[in-house]
């Protein structure tokens, strides 16, 4: 069929473009929609992120978005063909399938979603300020940065992630805060015992942030009790939100499975999602570990199961 594409896959974070590098090596033409809306940017949640200490291969770290830069150039050096489109419709009741943005339609045997994930924030006032200048929403990203340093931080939130990643902070700082809006945890009951038994973390119950504190860096956090209504002000050099995660799947609800929060369910072992040609990999499917290198890891599995699909139905054009 003329015009059809092999393979469309849908986001450019770690996870679409180890996918489109594995599709483009494979003679397979990839097509992708970097989008630049759905998850921040084009380039997906690292380009929000300032140092990566923890992406294999940099010894000596290297910036987000640059680091986004270097996979985005590797895509292109095979030959990917990308637009920096937002997917505005997916019809996969039809083959092949049918991707829409507002400048075009594109048509594919087999479609790779690596729409990632977004980190929730509150919207404090001095939010946007001191992004990035203390306060992030991945502690496992950014909490071993020199700044947070044996330095009192704080995480917000009450549930798995908020506790884990004030655990892992813990390594770095004088002492850690979780501040939680409720008197009990959403986390899990282990990893509640793992808060309450740490020395170094302590949990500040029935609050809410009301704001970030600094001028060109977080100095403080302002807090207030839900239930005494009295506001406080603490210091602490690192605010990290841990207050979940929106998985970028709105535009495929009805026709994948999605759980309760919204992340795309995969068949056991693979990266095959419910319907047979379509693949997830990276956020959008993982609220589990959420690295960069996780994505990438399901970016390439995802576009080595696409091929094996294609070659198997006898699609490859
Ligand atoms: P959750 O949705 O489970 O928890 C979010 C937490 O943030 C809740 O405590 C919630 O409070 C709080 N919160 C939400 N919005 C606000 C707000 N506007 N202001 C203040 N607090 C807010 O998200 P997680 O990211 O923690 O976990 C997502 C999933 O991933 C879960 O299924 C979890 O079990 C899993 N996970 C598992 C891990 C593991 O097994 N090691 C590690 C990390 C995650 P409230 O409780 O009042 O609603």
Same mark, same amino acid.
């Given at each position: 069929?003329?015009?059809?594409?092999?393979?469309?896959?849908?986001?450019?974070?770690?996870?679409?473009?180890?996918?489109?590098?594995?599709?483009?090596?494979?003679? @397979?033409?990839?097509?992708?929609? +970097?989008?630049?809306? !759905?998850?921040?940017?084009?380039?997906?949640?690292?380009?929000?992120?300032?140092?990566?200490?923890?992406?294999?291969?940099?010894?000596?770290? $290297?910036?987000?978005?640059?680091?986004? /830069? @270097?996979?985005?150039?590797?895509?292109?050096?095979?030959?990917?063909?990308?637009? /920096?489109?937002?997917?505005?419709?997916?019809?996969?009741?039809?083959?092949?399938?049918?991707?829409?943005? +507002?400048?075009?339609?594109?048509?594919?045997?087999?479609?790779?979603?690596?729409? &990632?994930?977004?980190?929730?924030?509150?919207?404090?006032?001095? +939010?946007? %300020? !001191?992004?990035?200048?203390?306060?992030?929403?991945?502690? $496992?990203?950014?909490?071993?940065?020199?700044?947070?340093?044996? /330095?009192?931080?704080?995480?917000?939130?009450?549930?798995?992630?908020?506790?884990?990643?004030?655990?892992?902070?813990?390594?770095?700082?004088?002492?850690?805060?979780?501040?939680?809006?409720?008197?009990?945890?959403?986390?899990?009951?282990?990893? /509640?015992?793992?808060?309450?038994?740490?020395? %170094?973390?302590?949990?500040?119950?029935?609050?809410?942030?009301?704001?970030?504190?600094?001028?060109?860096?977080?100095?403080?956090?302002?807090?207030?009790?839900? %239930?005494?209504?009295?506001?406080?002000?603490?210091?602490?050099?690192?605010?990290?939100?841990?207050?979940?995660?929106?998985?970028?799947?709105?535009?495929?609800?009805?026709?994948?499975?999605?759980?309760?929060?919204?992340?795309?369910?995969?068949?056991?072992?693979?990266?095959?999602?419910?319907?047979?040609?379509?693949?997830?990999? &990276?956020?959008?499917?993982?609220?589990?570990?959420?690295?960069?290198?996780?994505?990438?890891?399901?970016?390439?599995?995802?576009?080595?199961?696409?091929?094996?699909? @294609?070659?198997?139905?006898? @699609?490859?054009?």
């Amino acid at each position: 069929m003329p015009n059809v594409k092999n393979i469309v896959i849908v986001g450019s974070g770690p996870a679409g473009h180890t996918a489109a590098i594995y599709a483009a090596r494979a003679n @397979l033409n990839p097509f992708m929609f +970097e989008g630049y809306t !759905m998850g921040g940017s084009a380039g997906g949640q690292l380009t929000t992120t300032t140092d990566v200490e923890n992406y294999p291969g940099f010894p000596d770290g $290297v910036n987000g978005p640059e680091l986004m /830069q @270097l996979f985005r150039k590797q895509s292109e050096r095979f030959g990917t063909e990308m637009v /920096q489109e937002d997917v505005t419709a997916a019809d996969f009741s039809q083959r092949p399938f049918v991707l829409k943005s +507002e400048n075009r339609e594109v048509r594919a045997h087999a479609v790779i979603i690596s729409t &990632g994930a977004t980190a929730k924030r509150m919207g404090v006032p001095n +939010e946007e %300020k !001191m992004w990035n200048n203390g306060m992030s929403a991945c502690a $496992v990203c950014d909490g071993a940065l020199p700044m947070f340093r044996n /330095q009192p931080l704080m995480v917000i939130g009450g549930g798995d992630t908020a506790v884990e990643e004030a655990t892992y902070l813990t390594k770095f700082g004088s002492m850690v805060y979780m501040v939680h809006r409720r008197d009990q945890l959403r986390a899990s009951k282990i990893m /509640q015992e793992r808060a309450i038994k740490n020395p %170094k973390l302590e949990i500040i119950w029935d609050t809410v942030l009301e704001d970030a504190v600094g001028e060109d860096y977080l100095t403080g956090a302002r807090l207030k009790n839900v %239930k005494t209504n009295a506001v406080r002000e603490m210091k602490v050099a690192g605010l990290f939100y841990a207050i979940g995660h929106t998985p970028n799947t709105l535009i495929f609800n009805g026709q994948l499975d999605i759980d309760a929060a919204g992340y795309i369910k995969l068949k056991l072992g693979t990266q095959e999602t419910n319907i047979d040609g379509v693949f997830a990999a &990276g956020d959008v499917h993982d609220h589990k570990y959420r690295q960069a290198v996780t994505a990438a890891g399901t970016g390439c599995a995802a576009s080595l199961e696409a091929e094996r699909w @294609l070659a198997e139905k006898g @699609l490859i054009g």
